[in-house]
């Protein structure tokens, strides 16, 4: 499950309450807004030294300013059936059920 979010610079932060398997992540299963706009998503993949952390690294379009008045939010997208590539899952093959709208906290 998805305890916490956090948004540092370019780094979207994702902790789980379980071991993640360091499998190859797809970008395209996350989506993040600030303030209402999609933000691009240019990579996702499992933290390295802890793996109860996925690390996204986001880019905003021109002129968009995230500062800690911002609302930003994360959605992720697990697709139906049971996938063990470009999914989020645990050491036992659980799949993250898919999140939608999860707050994140800028820091």
């Known amino acids: 499950k998805l305890v916490s979010a956090d948004l540092d610079d370019n780094i979207l932060t994702m902790e789980f309450d379980s071991i993640i398997s ?6 395209n299963r996350f989506k ?3 303030n209402g706009k999609k933000l691009k998503v240019k990579s996702a993949s499992v933290e390295d030294n802890d793996e109860s952390f996925v690390n996204l690294v986001v880019q905003t ?5 995230i500062d800690l008045q911002s609302e930003v939010t ?3 997208s697990d697709p139906k059936g049971d996938q063990s ?6 050491l036992f ?8 709208s999860f707050f994140v906290d800028i820091v």
């Open 32 to 34: 993040v807004k600030a």
């Open 93 to 100: 093959g659980n799949d993250l059920l898919s999140v939608n």
């Open 61 to 65: 379009k021109r002129k968009q300013i």
């Open 85 to 90: 590539k470009q999914v989020i899952e645990d």
């Open 74 to 76: 994360l959605s992720y």
């Open 22 to 27: 360091n499998t190859k992540l797809s970008k």
